[in-house]
């Protein structure tokens, strides 16, 4: 365990993974970091500790993917427990929810009270409306590399990087880096050793060397 401080549910420590979705979400932005951290609960053997992934929307109906999956999640924004890491992730959605201020509002407040709070792709765009991502340094999926630095040109978008971990934010590039970013957070809050049988588990070639991390 590191030095992050989880929330306690009696004596409990515990870590709830809250990951958001909306309409046109990219399947995989949230289905693969939803899979590292169901995955790599199975390998914690500290029975004081534990580790849950929730995903939570506006609503409480289905809603449909970029891909055409229609999903249900297990939480609105109104009735979710209390959230230890915020995931938010990309797709082409978030060209409409950037304009969404009930939502932006909702990441904003909920990664106040969050130990970590990261995106996946082009949800650094969210991220960026919601006042948290400040002069750091960044990344998203590479196609929206230039758009990021042009409509954010506070922040420094890094290029050619599977995430960028600067403490209390971390981004990830498009899709699949968010699968290594989510590896990356698991080694932050259990150790190395679970992300390394999470990813073997997951017969995936975690790319752990390929970020940036200011921490």
């Keep these: ?3 992050e401080n989880p929330e306690r549910d009696g004596d409990n420590p515990r870590w709830r ?12 932005d949230f289905c693969g970091p939803l899979e590292v951290f169901t995955v ?3 390998f914690i053997e500290d029975q004081a500790l534990r580790l849950e992934a929730c995903t939570i929307a506006q609503t409480d109906g289905p809603l449909t993917t970029r891909a055409g999956l229609k999903v249900l999640p297990d939480y609105t924004t109104a009735d979710h427990p209390k959230i230890d890491v915020l995931v938010v992730p990309g797709g082409m959605g978030t ?12 990441i904003a407040r909920v990664a106040s009270s969050a130990e970590l709070t990261a995106s996946v792709c082009t949800g650094a765009f969210l991220l960026a409306r919601a006042g948290l991502l400040g002069t750091r340094d960044v990344t998203t ?3 929206s590399l230039d758009r990021l630095a042009e409509s954010h040109p506070e922040v420094t978008v890094r290029r050619e990087v599977r995430w960028v971990d600067t403490g209390d934010i971390v981004t990830s590039a498009g899709i699949s ?12 809050l259990l150790g190395d050793e679970i992300a390394r049988k999470t990813a073997r588990q997951m017969e995936y070639h975690w790319q752990d060397a390929d970020h940036l991390s200011e921490r």
Excluded: K, Q, Y
């Design 40 to 42: 790599a609960a199975r």
């Design 95 to 106: 060209r409409r929810e950037v304009e969404n201020a009930a939502l932006i509002a909702w």
């Design 141 to 143: 999926h590479w196609a």
């Design 17 to 28: 993974v809250g990951i958001l979705l909306f309409p046109d979400v990219e399947l995989l």
């Design 1 to 3: 365990m590191t030095d």
């Design 177 to 188: 880096a968010g699968i290594d970013m989510s590896l990356h957070l698991v080694a932050r």
